[in-house]
């Protein structure tokens, strides 16, 4: 693979090095900056619609399309062949890193269509025409990686081999349409046309020499390890899968397994003892301490504190594809960020200044319209010089992505605590699953992927304008020592600062060494004339503090926000106001979806079920017991005696579980429907009330049932409705 990245990387360079002479020699000769694209280039890519490639992928499609079979619509046409082929199973473990990289691969494309928004449309382009033909680029864009992912979730020998040709073909038509047609830096005819100035002022701050084309080929390396990684994997994959066909002397597992399909596979895999999911039931009621660490020699190196590896749980497909697109888009954004500001921020320092000296003329009238200075006093002329913008940008770029990772990770682990929370029924977070809010959380699980990429890039724009104000700041005092304006506002705003503070800290020693008993271990008021007393004085004195308070609260909100605009998981409106946030419903639909569907009690039970019954089909079809030896033929015949040991463990079960007895189905068939649905509707709107009936239904049952052990006719038991 990497080897494969490498000559593509060289491959490019060739290229590029002749466009580079190209702009380079029309830049000394002071001529319009721009290269010519090659013939070719308006053939295979019109309005930058591949030509060549969508037909290969509407062909891979419609194989695919024949080799899927129906699951249950007209299952009697044409054998049952014929059906839209699945891309992914974004709720399982099937192929994630594979799939993982297809996604990264996607977001460096949809990183490239955003670019695209902030051109100029034609003369007779309009606006909504202008985004139409984005959304339908962004469509071909994912049908371009379609059949690549569907022919992987088919895994077979055919599908394989189709997208291994179309895989190949499509890396050489990137090479060289990337490369000759579409280089990121240097400029064409049209591109020219609507900015005349980016790569002068680029040749100017990098210079005439192989810069460029370093940066461009660095920036291009995850790109094509990608490509790279999935041309290499399929043809992998596809000797894999012929071996596995060709091999002889197989198991009677390994023959049982070859006729299941990967979904089938999936689910066996669950029951397997070191599974994900069958390690989350065994630990089911062992405490944190005793659940034992990680296997994995990279978990054992991470402090617990900082982050507790767990083999009892493992992310969907869709959270490693998400984040997997978001690292690779927070990349291209930073690189896009630092390459192309950065040689305009030297030119525009001294129109910058002349902003800036206008917004401080603005503040110090309005410092001066709320503070009390004497008629007497001098005007003092404030100023705020620029310090080098160039590392001020520099070190808020890097402010910015560590502050974006950091909340990336937590929300990454919040993900995890959240889904475990969900899986016992915790709703100290997630607000508690409602029957009414099925839609709610069906709507908000398709935005959640998109809301969290779309909350991303805000996030980074706005916390990148701040830690850049912050660090221009830091810089012109680092620079000049005594930066007036700062000292105005901190002269300003200190004094009422400090006031609230001394009145909190002294809020705090009263109130445990003088108001509380046992110095604040109790909750109990001591001294109550004193404490009536500063009550009513204190009433007037918190008014006027109130109003610096309720600043503070604002501006407090506003850095959380800023901070948090990245993180589904934390709602800035607040606990009682969260549900009018669109992105917390997101995730907390995305968080009920993965739990109703992904909960490992379930998935190990129907594992387990559907275990035992292909093991009985299969030994009923092609196994002949009279041909195994004794000890392979009692594995396979139930013993009688395993009938009255199941019995004894069910009977030892109830005594110790009494209150089960009147869920079994001897008694539950007795119930109307309205009643069965009252027992078991945990999504009732009104949990209260369904918790209250069936504790009353099991104190009934109760003491209509005299007796665990003497079996009683259930026609006898009258039962009441609740």
């Not at 994900?276 to 617990?304: C, D, G």
Request: glycine fraction near 4%; aromatic fraction near 14%; charge should be positive.
């Amino acid at each position: 693979m990497i080897i494969v990245a490498i000559g593509t990387l060289l491959a490019k360079w060739s290229i590029l090095k002749e466009i580079h002479a190209e702009i380079v020699n029309k830049y000394k000769n002071k001529e319009p900056i721009y290269f010519n694209r090659k013939s070719f280039c308006d053939i295979l890519d019109i309005q930058q619609f591949n030509v060549v490639t969508f037909p290969v992928a509407c062909l891979v499609v419609i194989i695919c399309m024949i080799t899927t079979k129906r699951i249950s619509f007209m299952r009697n046409k044409c054998y049952g062949y014929g059906a839209p082929p699945v891309p992914l199973d974004f709720l399982s473990h099937l192929d994630r890193k594979f799939a993982a990289v297809i996604f990264a691969i996607i977001a460096d494309e949809l990183f490239g269509i955003v670019q695209q928004l902030g051109e100029s449309s034609g003369l007779n382009e309009g606006i909504l025409v202008k985004f139409l033909l984005r959304i339908f680029q962004v469509l071909i864009m994912g049908f371009r990686f379609y059949p690549i992912l569907a022919c992987v979730y088919i895994n077979s020998i055919v599908t394989l081999v189709c997208a291994t040709i179309y895989a190949w073909l499509d890396y050489s038509f990137t090479i060289v349409t990337q490369g000759m047609c579409y280089p990121t830096y240097y400029p064409t005819y049209d591109e020219y046309e609507t900015n005349t100035t980016d790569i002068s002022d680029k040749l100017d701050y990098y210079g005439t020499g192989s810069a460029l084309i370093a940066i461009e080929l660095c920036s291009d390396i995850p790109r094509y390890l990608c490509l790279a990684y999935v041309s290499v994997k399929l043809p992998a994959m596809l000797i894999e899968k012929i071996y596995n066909q060709r091999k002889k002397h197989l198991t009677e597992e390994n023959k049982m397994l070859m006729s299941l399909t990967q979904e089938e596979k999936l689910l066996l895999c669950i029951s397997h003892p070191e599974s994900p999911e069958m390690l989350y039931v065994r630990n089911l009621f062992r405490s944190a301490n005793e659940r034992p660490r990680s296997e994995i020699l990279f978990a054992r190196l991470i402090p617990k504190f900082i982050y507790e590896w767990r083999d009892d749980f493992q992310f969907s497909t869709r959270v490693l594809c998400l984040y997997s697109s978001i690292f690779f888009l927070l990349f291209f954004v930073t690189v896009d960020a630092c390459v192309g500001i950065l040689p305009i921020l030297n030119t525009m320092q001294p129109n910058l200044q002349i902003l800036v000296e206008s917004i401080i003329n603005l503040i110090d009238s309005i410092i001066n319209l709320f503070s009390n200075n004497g008629d007497n006093q001098d005007p003092v002329s404030l100023t705020f010089p620029l310090p080098n913008l160039v590392k001020s940008y520099y070190c808020a770029v890097t402010m910015t992505v560590t502050i974006i990772v950091i909340q990336l990770i937590v929300f990454l682990a919040n993900i995890r605590r959240n889904l475990l929370q969900v899986y016992r029924g915790d709703d100290s977070e997630i607000p508690r699953r409602q029957r009414s809010q099925y839609v709610t959380y069906a709507t908000g699980n398709f935005h959640f992927a998109g809301y969290f990429i779309g909350y991303l890039i805000w996030g980074f724009i706005i916390i990148a304008f701040f830690s850049t104000i912050f660090c221009v700041s830091i810089g012109a005092f680092i620079t000049f020592g005594n930066v007036k304006v700062l000292e105005k506002i901190l002269k300003f705003i200190l004094p009422s600062l400090l006031l609230v503070t001394f009145k909190v800290f002294l809020n705090k020693l009263l109130a445990q060494y003088v108001f509380l008993q046992h110095y604040g271990d109790v909750l109990a008021l001591d001294n109550r004339r004193f404490f009536m007393i500063f009550i009513y004085f204190n009433f007037f004195l918190d008014a006027f503090l109130g109003f610096i308070s309720s600043i503070l609260r604002f501006v407090k909100s506003i850095i959380g926000a800023t901070f948090y605009m990245c993180r589904l998981d934390y709602s800035p409106l607040g606990r009682k106001l969260e549900t009018f946030d669109s992105g917390f419903s997101a995730y907390c639909g995305f968080i009920h979806t993965e739990c109703t569907h992904r909960h490992p009690i379930m998935l190990v039970f129907v594992s387990h079920l559907f275990s035992e019954l292909r093991k009985q089909q299969y030994s009923m079809t092609h196994i002949d017991l009279d041909d195994f030896p004794l000890e392979e033929k009692c594995a396979v015949e139930v013993k009688k005696t395993s009938k009255y040991i199941r019995k004894w463990r069910l009977a030892v079960f109830l005594v110790r579980n009494p209150a089960i007895v009147f869920f079994r189905k001897t008694f539950l068939k007795q119930l109307c429907f309205e009643d069965l649905q009252a027992i078991n509707d945990v999504d009732n709107d009104n949990q209260h009330n369904t918790q209250r009936g069936a504790a009353f239904y099991i104190r009934q049952m109760a003491a209509q049932r005299p007796s665990f052990v003497n079996e009683i006719d259930p026609a006898q038991i009258i039962i009441q409705r609740f």
